[in-house]
Structure formats: structure tokens, C-alpha cells
């Protein structure tokens, strides 16, 4: 059973009429806590003038620009009355007038607190208020911009995750698995896995917890897959793809927190399972992002708030046990519109093969596989079958 945080106050969405499964509901704004630490003067007044008259300058320069955030927004609040009113060519070129105002308004929120030293310190320590405009952004260039994507990029490329898997993905969500070292205790704390890692087959019996950070406020819609893509097949003398674990119309938004629960309602997980005598097998969690209703924009955005669903609701069917293998990814993508030039997540590890795995085909009343080399053709067998000797 996956842990995660409490869905006090959260919302079931909803998607064409349908409602989600219980376990999956909208996460909230929550702020940050009474108790975070603030941020305070290193220095007192009057000690060192250069940084008061620093300082000075800062909240100046921010005290301006949140004057050209305010009129910004005057003019969208205009643009929005005027909008009912128009029809046809002249509603999609105020739509567009629209979204540019947003899209200037929200450079210019940014830009008028991201050099508050309050801000700055709040980040810097982890304390993301997801509400606030500028603390997502220093949070996403924090993800982008300080390694953890180029990481993720560089071995998923590196391994051929990509294309081996799909055929491209340009990643909007920053996914985070961690794994019990320890999984016959329960309180013992979790671990991070790092992307490409190798990590012990014993380590993931139970779901790893996903948490995902996405950077928009609307609540969008996502399907999550756990494939092994190095599975072998062999009368094609090749590899398949195996699905683990699969749950669609997952909500998510820049609100999210903690491990993502429900996961485990749709397609239930079957622990990673590398055979004897094969290489190293590649496990990819993927976090696809559903089609739009309308358009992923600022707009739309704005006009959904955190409570309403802007994504498609997807019926899936559950994938049965015996259809788990040769799993097709790219034609499921295909199929349901999940396209991973649109963004979305991913993370990936590596397992090999231990005593630990047979012990787990047995529990399922199953014989361990076991893979090797094939034998090599030998072009003399023929000859070494006849008698050396004649007798005469």
C-alpha cells in the first residue's frame, strides 16, 4: 500500500461526467506552514550602509515592477469583459492578446520578487510556497537549471530508454522514486533513487513512492506506466517490453505533495523480476500527459484555477496479467494520444539478477527462467562424428 499525505479538503475530479477512483484526488493549495522559519537581517540597521542602501534598491526596483504587475492585470481584467462580446476571428485574436498580457504579467510577477532576499533564503532552504508565482519559478530553474533533469536526460539517452521505449520525451514534471533499502520495515526511511542506478531487486517487492512536481496550477490529467523493456523474447531472438504497473487519469498540479497515492487501483504492480543469465534490465516509469479538453495555455489555466480538470478522462481497461507481455508502449501512446513531445515525467533504474528473484517466481508456483549464451554453430560437427580409423 502506498503512503502518502493527507487528502483532507482535496477534490475527486472529474473528467466527460466520470469521477476518478477515490484514491485519486486533486491536490490543494496549502501555503506554507505557520512554523517556517523567515527570514531575517544578517545585519542590523545602520551597521554596514552599502547593504542598506542595497537593500533599498531591491525592494525599490520590486515595489516598480509590482506597479507594472497591477496595471498588467488591469488590462487582462479588461480583455476578459471584453471577451463574451466578440465572435469569430475577432475572439481568437483577443484570445491571443489575452494569453501575451497573461504570459507579460506573470514575467513581470516574477521579476519583481525573485530578488527579495526573503524569497531568495525561502527557496534556497526548500520552503516553496507553490502559490506564489516566483517560488515556482526559482523551483522549476532549480530543476532544470542545477543538474537533476540533465541527469535524467543524459541516462535515459545514454541507455537508449529513448528510443528503445518511446520516441522522443521532453520532460514538464519532475518525478522522484524512493524505495525502502529495508522492505521488511516498514518504518525504515526511504531512499531517492538516483536515475540509471542499479538497485537491488529485493529493494522494490513493494511500489516504489512516486512524487511529482508539475509547474502548472491548473489540474492535469496523466497516465503512469512502469515498463522493463529488456525482457527476452525467444523465438523472435529479440527483446519485449513487460508492463509492471499502470495507472491512468492521474491529477496533478503545481500543489502536489508527497507520494501520489492511489496508484496501485488500476493495473496492479508486479515487482521487477530480471531473469538469471540475462543482462541488466532497464525499468522506465513514465508520467504521460492525457490530451487537453481544449489547449494547455495560460488561459486556459487561469480560468480553471487548481479545482477544475482541463485534461480528457481516459477509460483504459486494465491490462490482464497473461497481455503484460510484449506490452507495445508506443502503439498504447498512440492509441490513447499520449504524446511525449508534450511534456509529462520519467525516471528509470536498473536491476540483474539475484537468489532474491527465484524466491519470488516460486511464491508464484512458477520455475525460474534461465537464459545463456546459444550455442555456437560448429561447422566440423560432422567430421568429428566419423571413425578416424579403418580397419583393413
Keep these: 500500500m502506498i503512503r502518502g499525505a493527507a487528502t483532507v479538503g482535496r477534490r475527486r475530479p472529474t473528467g466527460k461526467g466520470k469521477a476518478l477512483s ?102 534556497q532552504r526548500g520552503f516553496y510556497d507553490m502559490g506564489n508565482v516566483a517560488h515556482r519559478h526559482l523551483r ?16 535515459i539517452h545514454q541507455m537508449k530508454v529513448i528510443p528503445d521505449v518511446l520516441p522522443d520525451l521532453r520532460p514538464t514534471v519532475d518525478v522522484t522514486l524512493t524505495i525502502r533499502p529495508r522492505p521488511s520495515v516498514d518504518n525504515y526511511r526511504p531512499v531517492s533513487i538516483e536515475p540509471g542506478s542499479f538497485v537491488a531487486p529485493k529493494t522494490t517487492r513493494r511500489p516504489p513512492q512516486v512524487r511529482a512536481t508539475p509547474f502548472h496550477t491548473d489540474t492535469r490529467l496523466y497516465t503512469m506506466l512502469l515498463v522493463d523493456s529488456d525482457v527476452p ?11 509492471h504497473w499502470m495507472c491512468p487519469n492521474v491529477p496533478l498540479n503545481a500543489f502536489s505533495r508527497g507520494p501520489i497515492k492511489g496508484l496501485n487501483t488500476h493495473t496492479t504492480y508486479v515487482p521487477p523480476h530480471p531473469a538469471q543469465g540475462t543482462k541488466y534490465h532497464r525499468y522506465t516509469l513514465l508520467l504521460l500527459p492525457q490530451p ?43 492509441q490513447w494520444g499520449l504524446n511525449g513531445r508534450n511534456g509529462g515525467g520519467a525516471h528509470m533504474w536498473r536491476e540483474i539478477w ?25 561447422p566440423y560437427v560432422e567430421i568429428k562424428q566419423r571413425q578416424k580409423y579403418l580397419n583393413v
Design 22 to 123: 477515490s484514491h485519486l484526488l486533486i491536490p490543494r493549495p496549502q501555503g506554507l506552514r505557520a512554523d517556517t522559519p523567515k527570514w531575517t537581517r544578517p545585519l542590523p540597521l545602520g551597521v554596514l550602509p552599502a547593504y542598506d542602501e542595497a537593500l533599498k534598491l531591491i525592494r525599490r526596483d520590486a515595489a516598480k515592477l509590482r506597479g507594472e504587475a497591477a496595471a498588467a492585470r488591469n488590462e487582462i481584467d479588461k480583455a476578459v469583459k471584453a471577451l463574451p462580446k466578440l465572435a469569430g476571428e475577432e475572439r481568437k485574436a483577443k484570445e491571443q492578446e489575452l494569453e501575451e498580457l497573461r504570459n507579460k504579467q506573470r514575467i513581470i510577477a516574477v521579476q519583481s520578487q525573485v530578488n527579495l532576499p526573503e524569497v531568495r533564503w525561502a527557496c
Design 140 to 155: 522549476e530553474q532549480k530543476w532544470r537549471g542545477q543538474g537533476k533533469l540533465d541527469l535524467l536526460m543524459e541516462r
Design 233 to 243: 523474447d525467444e523465438v523472435e531472438e529479440t527483446y519485449t517490453t513487460y508492463l
Design 292 to 334: 487537453a479538453i481544449s489547449d494547455y495555455t495560460l488561459n486556459t489555466e487561469a480560468e480553471a484555477g487548481y479545482k477544475k480538470v482541463t485534461s480528457r478522462y481516459l477509460d483504459i481497461p486494465v491490462v490482464p496479467k497473461d497481455q503484460r507481455r510484449g506490452f507495445n508502449v508506443r502503439a498504447f501512446a498512440k
Design 354 to 378: 539475484d537468489s532474491s528473484v527465484d524466491a519470488f517466481y516460486k511464491s508464484l508456483g512458477e520455475v525460474p527462467p534461465r537464459y545463456g549464451p546459444p550455442k555456437r554453430f560448429d
